[in-house]
């Protein structure tokens, strides 16, 4: 059995997207998933719906987490192995995208990454518990997505 590891982020199965909010109101999307009150600060609406973000989207800034982050990271390996992070654009949002951050997917580093590059999400194993295996996202480049 594999679930998420945190509840409502994200769907699973072949292709698996962000879950965001949308604002019935003027349409502008939010992640993580909102809210009591629309960031659009020209619009006052407070009705949302759920909506699933794009599975890909360009990478804007990423790093190399070369300490272990404090509780509750959960070490995946002992001794720590730097991983890389990457925070990716997506089209959604208000104005010019929205930013999700999110590890590289397995077997991917910095050394693969480039700004302005094309990712896709996967959905990966994050660490496996006496109930199976916990899932989150990951961001995975795309062949030949190099900008
Ligand atoms: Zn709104």
Do not use: H
């Not at 070369?66 to 104005?95: C, K, M, N, S």
């Not at 910095?110 to 989150?136: C, P």
């Amino acid at each position: 059995m594999s679930s998420p590891a945190v509840e409502g982020w994200f769907t699973t199965g072949t292709d698996p997207a962000l879950i965001g909010s949308r604002c019935t109101s003027c349409g502008t999307v939010f992640f993580p998933r909102a809210a009591d009150w629309c960031r659009n600060p020209a619009c006052d609406g407070t009705e949302f719906e759920d909506a699933e973000l794009s599975r890909r989207g360009r990478v804007w800034s990423y790093t190399d987490a070369q300490y272990q982050p404090p509780a509750p990271y959960i070490p995946r390996t002992d001794p720590y192995e730097p991983f890389a992070l990457a925070a990716v654009e997506l089209e959604e949002g208000p104005g010019a995208g929205m930013v999700v951050l999110g590890q590289v997917a397995d077997g991917f580093g910095v050394d693969d990454l480039k700004v302005g590059a094309e990712v896709e999400l996967v959905v990966e194993t994050l660490y496996t518990d006496e109930t199976g295996e916990r899932t989150i996202w990951r961001w995975r480049p795309v062949e030949g997505g190099a900008a």
